[in-house]
């Protein structure tokens, strides 16, 4: 008998509660969800890339343990494991470099396991830059992002390095991903690598899209996140 | 001057007087003589031919054995808080003095003779009791020194002691297990989780069943002690040197304590009571580092590591260190000791940084696309 008007009843407040909450707009409930923590492997050795966990599979090439510009470990996502018949373990790993967002495997052996909680997103359409720790939102940054000429590549990356520029162009600091220019072969004697940066000596206003394809960033956002972001951390760069 | 009456009135005076004397005279022979145990009192477990352990016992006191040579267990995770004599000088000198105690406690004047009952559920006043046969403590035995510090308590046991599982001794109106002498004829045997106070002096053979608990000394003379995960405790004695007068002040603090927290020193040194905790704060981001706190009750001390690494001991409370946020993952242990019989604990707290207190960027060069 009285069913309908307590169905009702909770309706209402759920109704209410739902009104009441989305206007408060808390980062964490804003931001779509992401995994808490991201697992890494640290190279200990230089490691031939397979196209399958297995010895005889196609090599598809070869990964430094060192990254070339500040010689860190190297330090990629993991995506999944496997262990053959024999006994080997081999890691799935996200690679650095073109093409874009390529992945093989590797011997787990002479790696060492890490993770990481931060992740970063960045949404090419409104060009901001998520920081995700825990899966929370921690902080949104303005961005500088690539002009339609010269794109920022879209895809799943990760922060290969981060360098201490200090005052030259793009400083103070900047996080070198593993993309690359999809237009770009070359640029400045490099690859083409698409990094997160600052604004020391370039133009352009934070929010546009007048770069040649890397996330310029301001000198407060860039250090805040030189300081905390480390190799290995998960980009995914959305239009 | 001697008239029949003044003799009559003399005979009087002399036979009351007689008589008071024996009213006093008689209490006086009830108590029990003291028994020393001299060289005997540092140890909790002294045994004759081997003493045995299984198990996470603790011993708070010396151990020792002689003429024997053997003592099987006790390395961790057992405790020996005090020193081990092995069939040395100082053993051989205290197996001599409990040769000399048992037989002074064997020879006391009797106070009682409790052949053929139970220890069990009774009020016992300071004296000498006697079994002529075996004698079985089975639930509580309460010795009431009515206030009197050095009151004495001998038990002299023709053959075996026996006590059931979590069968007690408990002390009354400020009584001292030191002051308390079990003197065994044979063997004795400590059922599981039987609180046990006093010195129990065997002839031969004492075993302690799983849990069990001593206030006081196993001290056998010519046979083994054999622990399993048992807590002992040598409550302090000073009284026994001091003929009743000289040690008066230890147990006069000791009774102190019955009067205020009910237990003494020894009982709540004998207790399993300490507890520790430890957390971290703050606990969601860990760019500086964070702080790691023990917190419990009955902490001595806590002894903290990194990865292996001894970076503090505190002794002091509040029980906190600074761990810095390192690469990578890393074990913070926290080692807990405690102030009463509570097993030492190591406490866990796994970490693992976040990138942020990996980065000092390195310099490198700017040739990104810009």
């Known amino acids: 008998m009285s069913h309908p008007v307590r169905v009702s009843a909770l309706a209402v407040v759920l109704l209410a509660a739902t009104a009441a909450c989305v206007p408060v707009g808390s980062a964490h409930a804003a931001g779509p969800r992401v995994a808490p923590s991201q697992r890494l492997v640290v190279l200990l050795h230089d490691h031939v ?13 070869w990964v430094g343990a060192w990254r070339p510009l500040t010689g860190v470990r190297t330090v990629l996502p993991v995506l999944g494991r496997a262990r053959t018949r024999g006994g080997q373990s081999w890691v799935h790993v996200r690679l650095p470099g073109r093409p874009n967002g390529h992945e093989g495997w590797i011997r787990a052996y002479r790696t060492k396991r890490t993770s990481t909680e931060w992740r970063l997103v960045l949404t090419l359409s409104n060009r901001r830059v998520t920081v995700y720790h825990h899966g929370r939102v921690m902080r949104r940054f303005p961005a500088v992002v690539g002009t339609p000429s010269t794109p920022t590549p879209t895809g799943r990356f990760f922060i290969e390095e981060a360098l201490d520029l200090s005052s030259q162009v793009g400083g103070p600091f900047a996080l070198a991903t593993s993309a690359r220019s999809e237009v770009l072969q070359e640029f400045e004697g490099g690859p083409g690598q698409i990094a997160l940066h600052g604004t020391n000596g370039l133009s352009g206003a934070l929010g546009s899209a007048s770069s040649h394809g890397c996330v310029r960033l301001g000198t407060g956002a860039i250090t805040w996140l030189a300081h905390r972001i480390g190799s290995g951390v998960p980009l995914t760069i959305k239009s | 001057m001697s008239s029949p009456t003044h003799l009559k009135r003399a005979r009087r005076a002399a036979a009351a007087i007689s008589v008071v004397f024996a009213f006093v005279a008689i209490p006086a022979a009830a108590q029990a003589a003291p028994v020393d145990l001299a060289t005997v009192a540092p140890f909790v477990v002294l045994g004759g031919q081997e003493v045995t352990n299984t198990g996470p016992s603790v011993l708070n006191g010396a151990l020792g054995v002689a003429p024997g040579t053997s003592l099987t267990g006790f390395g961790l995770p057992a405790v020996v808080n005090g020193a081990t004599h092995n069939n040395d000088g100082v053993a051989n000198q205290a197996q001599s003095d409990l040769t000399t105690a048992y037989n002074v406690a064997a020879g006391q004047a009797l106070t009682q003779d409790l052949s053929g009952t139970n220890l069990g559920n009774r009020t016992l006043t300071a004296g000498a009791y006697r079994y002529t046969s075996s004698a079985q403590l089975t639930g509580a035995l309460t010795l009431d020194a009515a206030g009197d510090p050095n009151a004495q308590f001998v038990f002299m046991i023709s053959s075996a002691l026996t006590t059931a599982s979590a069968s007690s001794v408990v002390m009354l109106n400020g009584a001292n297990p030191c002051n308390v002498y079990w003197q065994v004829g044979s063997s004795a045997t400590l059922g599981s989780t039987t609180a046990f106070q006093g010195n129990l002096m065997a002839l031969s053979d004492i075993s302690l069943n799983n849990g069990a608990t001593v206030i006081g000394r196993m001290l056998a003379r010519n046979g083994t002690v054999s622990l399993i995960n048992n807590v002992l405790t040598a409550s302090s004695c000073d009284t026994g040197d001091g003929g009743g007068g000289g040690g008066g002040a230890d147990s006069g603090d000791d009774s102190g304590g019955n009067g205020t927290g009910g237990l003494t020193r020894a009982q709540r040194l004998a207790r399993r009571n300490g507890t520790a905790t430890v957390r971290r704060t703050p606990r969601e981001t860990c760019t500086e580092g964070f702080r790691a706190r023990v917190r419990g009750h009955l902490i001595e001390r806590v002894v903290f590591r ?19 946020a390192l690469p990578g993952r890393h074990n913070v242990t926290a080692r807990v000791t405690f102030r009463d019989a509570t097993r030492a604990k190591t406490l866990r707290l796994r970490y693992r940084a976040c990138a942020a207190a990996v ?12």
């Open chain 1, 49 to 61: 890339v397979r196209a399958r966990p297995n010895r005889t599979a196609q090599r598809i090439e």
């Open chain 2, 306 to 324: 990194l990865d292996g690494k001894r970076i503090s001991s505190q002794a002091k409370s509040p029980f906190r260190v600074l761990i810095r």
């Open chain 2, 359 to 370: 980065l000092q960027p390195r310099r490198g060069p700017s040739q990104f696309t810009g």
